[in-house]
């Protein structure tokens, strides 16, 4: 972790340049434009699902059977 200034926390990722998968992960989150902001939706995605992205309870719908229910976020 590195701190810019006092306002600011940079958190690191890596992806592993022999894994296929993380291989295709990268490729995906460089389309985005705002990397750091891609990120910060989904962990509060993550947040406000009690952690169904994190424990891929979303993912595992989605290969069952495509709903887009699953998907919706009650504020």
Do not use: C, W
Request: no cysteine; glycine share 2%; charged share 40%.
């Amino acid at each position: 972790m590195t701190i810019l200034g006092q306002k600011h926390k940079v958190k690191s990722i890596h992806f592993d340049t022999t894994d296929e998968i993380e291989m295709d992960l990268l490729r995906y989150a460089e389309t985005k434009k705002n990397f750091s902001r891609y990120i910060k939706r989904l962990i509060h995605a993550d947040m406000l699902t009690d952690g169904a992205v994190e424990d891929l309870k979303i993912i595992n719908k989605v290969k069952k059977k495509y709903d887009p229910d699953d998907f919706k976020i009650e504020l």
